[in-house]
């Protein structure tokens, strides 16, 4: 867990920035209804939590800088000792201050009543517009109010700014603490492709080795996965966001699996791929020894002062190199690279950064140029091919090999650490591997 000293220093920064005579509003997500009085399980938008660690709904925090009565104010659920038998329990007003450190709290259905009041002459509202166009119309009906009381000498804010150039970029770099929660979340995960690799038999169904997975992550103490497991045996390996896992697994298919937890609200994303019967074909051995190879050169280029796209730029030399091996392609590697020859058979790029979100926040590129890596950073390196039997021109032996190998990868100050190192890659060691539980 992030401890309150952390989040303190979070909140202080983000106002340090934003100024005086500025205000922030931030509100956790809404809750989704599944169908029809099922809702889905509960999980805080990353910017606020990120700034409160307070893991209820209903709850808006508002930042103030320099304000005398307290800075850090949130709007939450009172406690209600009815409704929390039914549903658990609440943190309530005391709770918000004396467990999650606001300096004040109030009630959530007081916004109405209390927020207009607190953007009275502020220069700027730091609020993000567009991801609730329910809250978005409050904000503007708080606005207004204020608007309204002009004769009586007081004005609203003339900018309503999106905090995220701030906020995400702060939430790029990665403490001590938040490193040490993303290595566990690499942890639970490497262990639950272990364990999909030692159970996985043909004709099991995709769905089984998911479900292999998600007990593994719960396990261990990891309550969700960071995103809808892939689970693709044959031709759906070839599906880049497969996510029915819903057919038999074939003897003799690959199957790839791309599957992360969250723990603690920090997210891991780690893909295998390996055969159903444990043991690789000559062509999905060479197939897969490419985008093994083009995975290490693309990991080798992370350290500080290389830009983003490197590790990209390696991978593809090194997949368009495999394939003009192999014979699927044809002429100067170089001139295939610059002409994107490549794209049928790997149509995506080898990275983003990883953090709370699975694609989490930070920009890629400063002023129109990729930016630099730089120590505390989190990204994925992800190569694939994926050979599908629809490509015009593929060779039968080819067909439905889809291979995607991707780790959790940390910039440090001397280069880089692999976080998901747990989760074997070597066709050997996944070999060795479930041969071991294949002869039990």
């Known amino acids: 867990m992030i401890d309150r000293k952390e989040l303190a220093r979070r909140r202080k920064r983000l106002m340090d920035m934003m100024g005086d005579d500025s205000v922030a509003i931030i509100p956790t997500a809404p809750v989704r209804i599944r169908n029809r009085d099922v809702e889905f399980p509960f999980r805080p938008e990353s910017d606020f ?50 467990v999650y450190g606001a300096d004040d709290a109030f009630p959530i259905g007081d916004m109405n009543d209390i927020i207009a009041g607190l953007l009275e002459n502020k220069e700027r509202l730091y609020y993000n517009i567009g991801n609730d166009t329910a809250f978005d119309q409050r904000i503007s009906g708080w606005v207004n109010a204020v608007r309204d009381r002009v004769r009586s000498g007081v004005h609203a804010p003339d900018e309503i700014i999106s905090p995220n150039h701030f906020l995400h970029e702060m939430r790029l770099y990665k403490s001590r603490n938040e490193i ?32 292999e997975l998600n007990y593994e ?3 261990q103490g990891a309550r969700f996965p960071a995103y809808p497991a892939i689970v693709g045996g044959g031709r759906n390996a070839c599906i880049l966001h497969y996510t029915e896992n819903s057919d038999v697994l074939s003897d003799g298919d690959l199957l790839l699996i791309d599957a992360g937890a969250e723990y603690d609200s920090y997210a891991s994303d ?59 392609l044809k002429g100067s590697v170089k001139q295939l690279v610059s002409d994107s020859a490549y794209s049928p058979y790997y149509m995506h790029r080898t990275g983003h950064w990883l953090g709370m979100d699975v694609h989490d926040v930070g920009d890629y590129k400063i002023e129109g140029e990729w930016r630099t890596l730089e120590p505390g950073m989190i990204m994925t390196v992800e190569p694939g091919l994926y050979l599908s039997a629809e490509t ?16 959790d990868v940390l910039v440090t100050r001397n280069g880089y650490e692999v976080l998901s190192k747990d ?14 539980q294949l002869a039990a």
């Open 180 to 211: 040490k929660i993303m290595k566990k979340a690499a942890r639970i995960s490497a262990g639950a492709h272990k364990r999909a690799m030692q159970v996985c038999r043909p004709g099991m169904m995709e769905y089984q080795l998911e479900a």
């Open 392 to 407: 015009r021109g593929l060779a039968r032996k080819w067909w439905n090999i889809g291979i995607r190998i991707e780790d």
């Open 49 to 98: 939590f990120y700034l409160t660690g307070f893991p209820e709904p209903e709850a808006v925090a508002v930042l103030i800088p320099g304000r005398p009565q307290g800075e850090y104010l949130l709007f939450c659920r009172e406690r209600d000792p009815k409704l929390e038998r039914w549903d658990g329990a609440r943190a309530g007003l005391e709770g918000a201050c004396s």
């Open 217 to 219: 992550f719960m396990a």
């Open 423 to 436: 989760a074997p890659k070597s066709i050997d060691a996944i070999e060795e591997l479930m041969a071991k």
């Open 270 to 328: 780690i893909s295998r791929t390996f055969p159903v019967n444990g043991k690789f074909s000559k062509a999905q051995r060479a197939v897969y020894e490419i985008v093994l190879e083009a995975q290490l050169a693309a990991i080798e280029t992370i350290r500080p002062g290389t830009h983003w796209n490197e590790p990209h730029e390696a991978a593809i030399r090194v997949i368009t190199k495999g394939l003009v091996d192999l014979g699927i």
